[in-house]
């Protein structure tokens, strides 16, 4: 029985290392993973779901049959309120590790009109309620004189995407406050509700379509209609710059020079959050980290598929973070 036992113990196979959450952040976690492996041939390629940072979020704070997955891969930053549904559900420390920048671009097929866009423009467009009622635009030339009579249309992520939610923050906030000063005082409500209806509440009527979290479909449909313009992650836009173009916002194009300088509107950081308790349960996780930002290093393989990296003091604050486990605070979220 003992030299069964310690044949078994020999044979245990490591666990696989598993991610769930942002489909933006996906292809980078997973060439990780390929390298990883790579690297070490006795481990098993990690398992990795793009379900949307919301969704993602939900799994890794609240364990299903005590089991969660080990990252979680976001593309906008834990909030508060995800943070105390893993402290209640017994998470314990958590580490955010900040992986690179990332740009929500607007892209057009390379056949379809140029459009240039300012952020009041898609605030007009795209929110269900702008100035306070409801969106009877049609074209994009009912909201800007200036641009063509060709119907609104744009494809995006759902809701539970941190892809569409920084959508909202970003652009449709800032297109409300500069389509209607007013807006600024309904920051100051008691009720954040007010503010989300009149500015960041995306319109239901077809115009804006929910194309789920792969952005493979999002990306043929716009080949197919040169008149549509999709929502993704910048990264997606470089792969397909051959089709595709990025639409400038309020004049700036999407790029890795203007994403980085954060002249872009639409600028964001990409995360991964790791419980410190699972450093220890799977010593594997921290080396996979380690490759994680090496590899996302200014030049490395994950700027190459659209990556773009952090600053450098930004990069060594995230290996610290990493090295000396330093966990999250909640006072750190909003």
């Given at each position: 029985?003992?030299?069964?036992?310690l044949?078994?113990?020999?044979?245990?196979?490591?666990?696989?290392?598993?991610?769930?959450?942002?489909a933006?952040v996906?292809?980078?976690?997973?060439?990780?993973?390929?390298?990883?492996?790579?690297?070490?041939?006795?481990?098993p390629m990690p398992?990795?779901?793009?379900?949307?940072?919301?969704?993602g979020a939900?799994?890794?704070?609240?364990p299903?049959?005590?089991?969660?997955?080990?990252?979680?891969?976001a593309?906008?930053r834990m909030?508060?309120?995800?943070?105390?549904?893993?402290?209640?559900?017994g998470?314990?420390?958590?580490?955010?590790?900040?992986?690179?920048?990332?740009?929500?671009?607007?892209?057009?097929?390379?056949?379809?009109?140029?459009?240039?866009l300012?952020?009041?423009?898609?605030?007009?467009?795209l929110?269900?309620?702008?100035?306070g009622k409801?969106?009877?635009?049609?074209?994009?030339?009912?909201?800007?004189?200036?641009?063509?009579?060709?119907?609104i249309?744009?494809?995006?992520?759902?809701?539970?995407?941190?892809t569409?939610?920084?959508?909202?923050a970003?652009?449709?906030?800032?297109?409300?406050?500069a389509?209607?000063?007013?807006?600024?005082?309904?920051?100051?409500?008691?009720?954040p509700?007010?503010?989300?209806?009149a500015?960041q509440r995306?319109?239901?009527?077809?115009?804006?379509v929910?194309?789920?979290?792969?952005?493979?479909?999002?990306?043929?449909?716009l080949?197919?209609?040169?008149?549509a313009?999709?929502?993704?992650?910048?990264?997606?836009?470089?792969?397909?710059?051959?089709?595709?173009?990025?639409?400038?916002?309020?004049?700036?194009?999407p790029?890795a020079k203007?994403?980085?300088?954060?002249?872009?509107?639409?600028?964001?950081t990409?995360?991964?959050?790791?419980?410190k308790?699972r450093?220890?349960?799977?010593?594997?996780l921290?080396?996979?980290?380690?490759?994680?930002?090496?590899?996302?290093?200014p030049?490395?393989?994950?700027?190459?598929i659209?990556?773009?990296?952090?600053?450098?003091?930004?990069?060594?604050?995230?290996?610290?973070?990493l090295e000396?486990?330093?966990?999250?605070e909640?006072?750190?979220?909003?």
């Open positions: 029985m003992l030299a069964a036992l044949l078994a113990s020999c044979n245990t196979s490591p666990s696989a290392i598993t991610a769930t959450g942002s933006t996906f292809p980078f976690t997973r060439a990780v993973g390929e390298a990883f492996v790579k690297k070490d041939k006795k481990q398992e990795i779901a793009a379900v949307g940072t919301g969704e939900r799994a890794f704070c609240k299903v049959n005590g089991k969660a997955p080990d990252l979680l891969d593309s906008r909030t508060r309120v995800e943070f105390n549904a893993c402290n209640a559900a998470a314990g420390d958590i580490l955010e590790i900040r992986i690179g920048l990332d740009g929500l671009a607007l892209a057009a097929s390379v056949q379809g009109p140029k459009l240039e300012t952020s009041q423009d898609i605030y007009l467009a929110a269900a309620n702008p100035r409801p969106n009877t635009a049609r074209t994009w030339h009912d909201v800007n004189a200036r641009l063509p009579a060709i119907p249309l744009v494809l995006g992520h759902p809701k539970g995407s941190g569409r939610e920084m959508f909202e970003l652009i449709l906030r800032v297109g409300c406050l389509a209607m000063p007013q807006a600024s005082e309904l920051l100051k409500s008691p009720d509700s007010q503010f989300d209806v500015c995306v319109r239901t009527d077809g115009a804006y929910e194309k789920g979290e792969d952005d493979a479909e999002i990306v043929s449909a080949k197919q209609n040169p008149n313009l999709g929502l993704f992650g910048y990264a997606r836009l470089e792969q397909n710059a051959a089709a595709l173009r990025g639409v400038p916002i309020d004049g700036i194009t790029d203007t994403i980085s300088g954060g002249q872009y509107p639409g600028a964001r990409l995360f991964l959050y790791v419980r308790a450093l220890k349960e799977l010593p594997a921290k080396d996979f980290l380690k490759l994680y930002l090496q590899m996302a290093a030049g490395g393989p994950l700027t190459a659209g990556l773009v990296a952090l600053p450098d003091g930004t990069r060594k604050k995230a290996a610290e973070a000396n486990e330093y966990p999250l909640a006072s750190e979220l909003s």
